[in-house]
């Protein structure tokens, strides 16, 4: 019999947004709700520490700074694609997270007066990005791991990796989670639920992704009934490092670093004018591949990549040093260049999915019981284009609206309780279906081939053609991908879970692919060459992509606008 774990609530994912839920769920629920914080990782090696460059939140409206401006500049960001009530709640509610977090121990950046510090990012019309040198995400993680520890009712599952959602009439009743350090199955049973496994940008080769960021969550939840929402929009980042795809913060060009082509030119003048190199994302990463296309760029000898240069040698060895410590590390040791004598070699990079998990400003789910936060989550704000220090802001805001919305309907509930027939049955598919299957094909290949579609017909231009061929290429590989296991050990069987996180890859990459090709229109992130125009008339309106056999099934849901009116986007 499969041993059966009660909590009464179950959170899948231990970055920012999961410890961020687990926090208030103890705290709303004054310790008396047991929660079960379950990650296919140690929590401290979750993603998010990986974040460089800022927070944002409006904390200076005495030097002209406003949340109405906040609202204004995300909406604009997301072309128009932002649901504007989410996002007024998000801008309102993020301040105090910023304050919240200084009393736990967040050691931000200050003024030379004290005073927590703010920089520029793209898309901003005020600094606003509050952050930590450059290593916002580690400190805000270990600010919040340290939390966790002083409530006695989270109980960590690290290195657990789970494997379905338990869903009884459209009720979540928990999930079934094999113990990494033994290749055990158990089920944990939970009278809410919050999914908060991060996004899906392990779906690319060049990616600033961790490799253990696959979509798990998503596919856990799509097929579970749950909607995915606007899968298509996958943001690039302007600056990832060549070749390793590793993050150079957009705080570098907050701080004044500047992108050139191999003529030397500050090429945002021609498409930015304004903001030049803190345009938005989008913006930002098709002005650098139209002048990589247009011979513009440069190559790199070894790696053969075509990239541009990111200068930052006018900011000084000082302040490069004070503000842009980690970055410097990074590109020492990963290009052996030092930032302060040399430009260093960039081009746009896979950083983060605008779609997930569908929810409302309360992070609920369309499944009763169960709630999602962080990037796993659409809400929508970021809409097809997020603004940089969004991201780890979202995770604070709609972290904390899960945890609490979890602990209220704990409060009172019966402990589910889960028939060993539905555990035997995902014990059935995993072991032997999987486990102890039977093919030729090598997962990794089938895995690096899957990164490759994504690469060369879902980047920062797409096209009909393209996608077309990307999603023929994608179901074939899935029709011969075997599930099948070498490794035949039952305790820390990594080759195991890289063979089950293939069907969350196959799930998520097709959505973005069919998504993509059935949206007929250029929009934030999704740039089509075929339509190069926004079509309001038309695709003003949020895809949602339902499990089913055959392949995804789209419907479609209105924007909500309060205030602001579509506009062309200007920067």
Known sequence: MTEVLSYDIIIVGSGIAGLRAAIEAARVSKEECSIAVITKVQAMRSHSVSAEGGTAAVLYPEKGDSVESHIFDTIKGSDYLADQDAVEFFAKAMPSEIYLLEHWGMPWSRTEDGRIAQRNFGGYSFPRATFA???????????????????????FFQEWYV??????????????????????????????????????????????????????????????????????????????????????????????????NSKGERFMKKYAPEKMDLASRDVVSRAMITEIQEARGLKDPVSGMEHLLLDLRHLGAEKIKERLSAIREIAIKFKGIDPIDDPLPVRPVCHYTMGGIKTNVRAETPIVGLWSAGEAACVSINGANRLGANSTAECLVFGAQAGAGAAARAHGQLTANIEQEAIGKEAKRLFDGIFHGSGSENPYEIHNTVQMIMDRYAYVYRSGEGLEAGLKELRELRSRAYRHVDDQAKEYNTNFVNVLELDAMFDMAEIVLAGGLARNESRGAHSRVDFPKRDDPNWLKHTLAYWAPQGPRFEYAPVTITKYTPAERHY
């Open 163 to 260: 494997t379905s959602l338990i869903i009884d009439h459209g009720v979540f009743r928990g999930v079934t989670a094999i113990d990494l350090k033994s290749g055990d199955l158990s089920a944990f049973s939970g009278k809410a639920g919050i999914v908060a496994t991060g996004g899906a940008g392990r779906l690319y080769r060049f990616a600033t992704y961790g490799y253990s960021s696959t979509p798990d969550g998503l596919s856990l939840a799509y097929r579970a009934g749950a909607p995915i929402e606007d899968m298509e929009f996958v943001q690039f980042h302007p600056t990832g490092l060549i070749p390793s795809g590793v993050l150079i913060t957009e705080g570098a060009r907050g701080d004044g670093a500047v992108l050139i």
């Open 133 to 155: 040198a450059d290593r916002v995400g580690f400190f805000e993680m270990q600010t919040l791991y340290d939390t966790t520890r002083k409530f006695d009712n989270i109980h």
